[in-house]
Nanobody, 129 residues
Framework: QVQLVESGGGLVQAGGSLRLSCAAS????????MGWFRQAPGKGRVFVAA????????YHADSVKGRFTISRDNAKNTIYLQMNSLKPEDTAVYYC??????????????????????WGQGTQVTVSS
């Protein structure tokens, strides 16, 4: 079982930037694709971005494409979400997630919530207008 701990959330003005981090422990981090999801108040959890276990391929939701960038450092067992040009509609709790299986090809990027089996506790991001 993997443990995931997010950090880096906070309050920022519209147009600003934040970088979220997610530190993993408990199993071979580099064998698992990773992702970020978010949940706004009163809404369901939605996909934001994901990265293959190799780090060679990424996928971002249309709503964040061009503004957010997911990356990973396998030596540090950590993934990141660089968030630029933040908008009030980006306000949400952001969750880090680890893929359910380690057998994906090196460039496969999961994006469905069912493909992720371990979740962090979440970090709040609030963007003021």
């Amino acid at each position: 079982q993997v443990q995931l701990v997010e950090s880096g959330g906070g309050l920022v003005q519209a147009g600003g930037s934040l970088r979220l981090s997610c530190a993993a422990s408990g199993r071979t981090f580099s064998s698992y694709a990773m992702g970020w999801f978010r949940q706004a108040p009163g809404k369901g959890r939605v996909f934001v971005a994901a990265i293959s276990w190799s780090g060679g391929n990424t996928y971002h939701a249309d709503s964040v494409k061009g503004r957010f960038t997911i990356s990973r450092d396998n030596a540090k067992n950590t993934i990141y979400l660089q968030m630029n040009s933040l908008k009030p509609e980006d306000t949400a709790v952001y969750y880090c997630a680890s893929a359910r299986w380690s057998g994906y090809s090196s460039d496969y990027v999961p994006s469905r919530e069912a493909e992720f089996g371990s979740w962090g506790q979440g970090t709040q991001v609030t963007v003021s207008s």
